[in-house]
């Protein structure tokens, strides 16, 4: 039986897979460029993190992504599971997933991550009620107050406590109805990635803002200036030179 490749720059401890899109102004229009994070997750922080991003489809992407991930340690075997006489199944190195919630990430991560955590990140999810309370209550201090309250049980409980208030709310208006159920349906549909009191009790993230400072740091810090447009040939060059940069890999002689 063959052996899983060794990694070439093993990321320590969890493995943490995050991924953005950020705007970027082409001679043809704007495009969306994406941009993946491949880190550890190591005393209770982001250790060691690199960066993959190109102007591309999700499907493109996810290979380019899974790649940089198999790089930082993701085909690692963590253990066989079979009988006593004969190795089976190999059960991989697991990761986390974190999002804001894009249908695309989690397209991703269903199709090149086995074993993993899903979380979706805790700031996205405190707009959509910070939506509904200024949607539901004309009262500011009464719209404050109830934030206050979901943020709190979303984090010391978790989502059900807040479907729970949202099925308690009397919308004044049709449209903020509206509002209440499309977000009643963004928590619903999420329940499993909001475990956020038992990933705080195991010291894990909780927010995606690692990779929303890529977005800034890798990618529009250099090709967002004012007047730049860019060929796609010139963009697809400047994203990957960013990328191995910020990723602190040498570049080919």
Known sequence: MGEAAEPLDPAPGLLVLEADGANILFTDGWHEVKIGMVAGWEGDRLVAPSYVAARETASAFGPRLATEAARRGALEVER???????????I?????????GAVWIWNLADEYVDQRIEVSDFYH?????????????????????????????????GPLPVLAAFDRLKPPTP??????????????????????PTLR????????????????????????RA???????????????????????PLAA
């Open 227 to 249: 007047g730049m447009r860019w060929s796609e040939t010139g963009g697809d060059a400047m994203l990957a030179l960013r990328a191995r940069l910020r990723s602190r890999q």
């Open 201 to 224: 009790l195991d010291g894990l993230p909780i927010g995606s803002g690692a990779i929303e400072s890529a977005a800034d740091h890798v990618v529009q810090r250099r090709m967002k």
């Open 92 to 100: 991989l190195r697991p990761a986390l997933i974190l999002a804001d």
């Open 125 to 157: 999810a405190a707009e959509h009620l910070a939506d509904v309370a200024a949607a539901c209550f004309p009262d500011p201090e009464a719209a404050t107050a109830w934030l206050a309250a979901r943020k709190r049980e979303l984090l010391t409980v």
């Open 80 to 90: 066989y599971e079979g009988s006593v006489t004969r190795r089976g199944l190999a």
């Open 175 to 196: 449209s903020a109805a509206e509002v209440r159920r499309l977000e009643r349906a963004y928590f619903a549909s999420r329940i499993d990635r909001m475990a956020y």
